[in-house]
């Protein structure tokens, strides 16, 4: 099994910039989670889908901040216009939860975002 | 809501010292509780789970019990490696509250030789 597919490992872009992150989640996992990860706020949740449908966005910073997921095997979170604030990694996981009866997560490697 | 505190870092020790990275937690229902890891320039990957008072979990040497009366999940391990270094987070998750795992701040280890 491939795991969790992330694109790209590293974005460097200039600020105004519109950045386009992917993710590829499991074969047959039906939750997707977009995190952000920094030094100063840690692990924080932003969006997370079910089967395709957005359940939770509040964890999304601003309306500069938008995700989409139109098949069970492909998400973007799209960020338009960037600002030097919102480097960091970001970090995509999947569940299944009709296998998973505790939730267990399974994350992807990650992309660095940097915002010059 | 639900929430997760763990001891802060950096923590550094010795090859083969004694680990104890303390966890607590607050929740309304009866939530699964984790350890993840995650080692330089990887994502998080699950160590052990407990999904009941009094589960032990274990893997790679390291085990953390689920305390419902102290409502914590300490991580420890006998001996550690060089090769334990890495962020390691507390986390809990309640389908009560949906599928969402609530994560810890994250506990930096360094092992040193």
């Known amino acids: 099994d491939a795991g969790v597919i992330q694109s790209p490992r590293h974005e460097v872009t200039e600020m105004g910039q519109e950045v386009t992150l992917r993710c590829k989640p499991i074969?047959?996992?039906?939750?997707l989670f977009w995190y952000r990860q920094t030094m100063m706020r840690g692990l924080e949740l932003l969006i997370y889908f079910n089967n395709n449908v957005p359940i939770d966005d509040s964890g999304m910073p601003e309306d500069r901040f938008s995700a989409k997921m139109p098949n069970a095997s492909f998400s973007t979170l799209k960020i338009q216009p960037s600002e030097p604030r919102d480097s960091a990694v970001y970090f995509c996981?999947?569940?299944?939860?009709?296998?998973?009866?505790?939730?267990?997560?399974?994350f992807g490697p990650g992309t660095r975002l940097t915002v010059l | 809501g639900n929430s997760v505190t763990q001891m802060e870092g950096p923590v550094t020790l010795s090859e083969e010292a004694f680990l104890t990275i303390n966890c607590t937690y607050t929740a309304t229902g009866y939530p699964s509780l984790f350890w993840y890891v995650q080692y330089p320039g990887e994502g998080l990957q699950l160590l052990l789970k407990?999904?009941?008072?009094?589960d032990k979990g274990s893997n790679k040497g390291f085990e953390a019990t689920y305390r419902k009366e102290t409502t914590s999940f300490h991580l420890e391990k006998g001996s550690v490696q060089v090769s334990d270094s890495a962020v390691y987070f507390c986390a809990l998750s309640d389908r009560t509250g949906g599928f969402k795992t609530i994560f810890g701040a994250g506990t930096r280890l360094f092992v040193k030789a």
């Open positions: 407990a999904t009941k008072a009094d």
């Open positions: 996981a999947s569940i299944n939860q009709a296998v998973s009866s505790y939730n267990e997560q399974f």
């Open positions: 074969s047959g996992h039906d939750y």
